[in-house]
Structures are given as C-alpha cells and as structure tokens.
C-alpha cells in the first residue's frame, strides 16, 4: 500500500480506518459478502469484489462528496426518498441522519440487489421503507439492461441503456411514478436520484409534487453537458441548480457549468432554498466523518 494513496480525508479524518483497510488486504475474502461498520455508526454488507462495495469496505464510505452532501442537508425528523438505492449504502446516510422521528423510502430494481437492501435495512432499526420496483413517468413493467460488467460493477443496470443492447442482458421489473406513490406523503427533505441515465423520466413522474414544491432538495447525477433535459425541468419548476464539487477540507456548491474534474461524479444539487443550501455547504471539513455515534 502507497503512503501516498492514505492522504485521503476518507483516512486523514478517521485514521482507524487505514486499519480496517490493511486487515481487508491482508486477507483473501473468499465469499463475495463482509461486513463493515460506517462511519456514521450503521453497519451494511458489502460485496468487496465489485466496485462500490470494494471502496466502501477500503474507505469506509463511496463517494464522499455526495454523502457529504446528503448529511448535511437533511434534518433529523424530516422524510428522505432513495431513487436508486443499490444496496443501501445511501440509505444508510438518510436513515442515521433523519433519525427515528423520520422517514426513509427506497426504492431498488434490480431484484439480487434488492435481496441485499432489504437485509441491510434490517440490520438498523430505523424507519426505512424499501420497495422493490424502479421509478419512472408511469406504472407499468420495464427491461432493466443489465450491461455485460454489471458483476463488476453492480450500480450499472439501468432502464436506459447506453451501450449496444447485445452486450446486456434484460430483466422485467416493475415501475412505478413518485406521484402516485401513495404512501409518500407531505414534504420530502431530500431526494437522492442515481438511476443510470434515467433521471428525466423520474422528474417527469414527479412533476406535480415538484411543482406543488414538496421536495426541498434533490442531489442527482447526470452524465450530459449543461443544461441536460433534467436541469431544465428542474429549472422551469423553480430550482436552483448546483454543481457538488469537493477539496480535501471539504465539499462546496459551484456553477453547473464548471469544467468538471475527471476524477468528480458528475453530481448536482437542486434546490429550491439556495440561501439555506449555500450556509449549509458554507463550513470547511467533513462532518459525515467526524460524526461520533451515541453509544446505545
């Protein structure tokens, strides 16, 4: 291991974590399944043989900017819905972060993947509601394209498939719309979307609570060049658009149309509170990080 590779503040702020990761290494995980503790005091299993399971069981955490983000917008006691879900890692975040006074709804197609979600939530205790199914503009049945390195990389099914379809392989799976999702009710805090290129189909199944403005803030990721058909949509229902950048001292809001760094995940804000957005980002560190769990 590079002492080089250690200057990350995923160690730097929780050095026991360089710990956790030298045992990960120096011992072959012969099944595709560990257990690791968060940082934020939940525990998940993870596969450390694919992509996003190796870099939480490494750092403890995947992508630090966007769970950053999710911790520092969302206010204990308010409702968080998960579009995307995978398995459960984001989950988590919203879940320790909105407390027991709180909601969570998750929302998780891929029917493997969804087996794992639902084992993690078991694991916590906290008001988390998963559902089996991928959200989109209407209730009905869709392919889920499950692209050929999808074991490598198990965030990668996607109703929208950019690669040739012969490479992927189809997966009927239900679909439903965020509004007429009866059992989310009243204002959502946040919302997280990663739907693999699907993004608009989900904002257009949500139209009316985004324009009855029941969605405070919406962190997103979208591949496209500025402005993409979800920005626009979101922009013509009144949210502020937000690129999620980040320095080693912390996370920061900037113009959509800044050059994105290579090593970024093209991820946004939207909001429909700038002012409180912008003071909420304002501080330097890591608080996801530094967070030290009640002791039960």
Known sequence: MRLLSLFKPEYVYRPKQVLRRIRLTSRRVAQNECLVDLPWGLSMSVNPHELIGNCVARLGVYDLTVSEALWRLLDPGETAVDVGSNIGYTASILAQRTG????????????????????????????????????????????????????????????????????????????LALDGFAALSGRVGVMKVDVEGHEPAVFRGALQRLQRREIRDIVFEDHGTFPTPSM???????????????????????????????????????TLDAQRAERRFAPPGWSLLAHRPVQG
Not at 234 to 244: K, S
């Open 232 to 270: 626009h949509l979101l922009r013509e229902e009144g949210y502020q658009i937000y690129a999620l950048r980040h320095r080693f001292r912390g996370p920061y809001l900037t113009d959509p149309q800044e050059a994105k760094p290579d090593a970024d995940p093209p991820s946004y804000l939207a």
């Open 100 to 175: 027991l006074q709180g909601r969570v709804f998750c929302f998780e197609p891929h029917p493997d993947i969804f087996d794992r979600l639902q084992r993690n939530i078991g694991r916590w205790g906290l008001p988390v509601t998963a559902t089996h199914a991928a959200i989109s503009d209407a209730v009905g049945t869709a392919s889920l394209r499950v692209p050929r390195y999808f074991p490598c990389n198990q965030g990668t099914a996607s109703l929208t498939m950019a690669t040739n379809q012969a490479d992927s392989a189809g997966i009927t799976v239900p679909t």
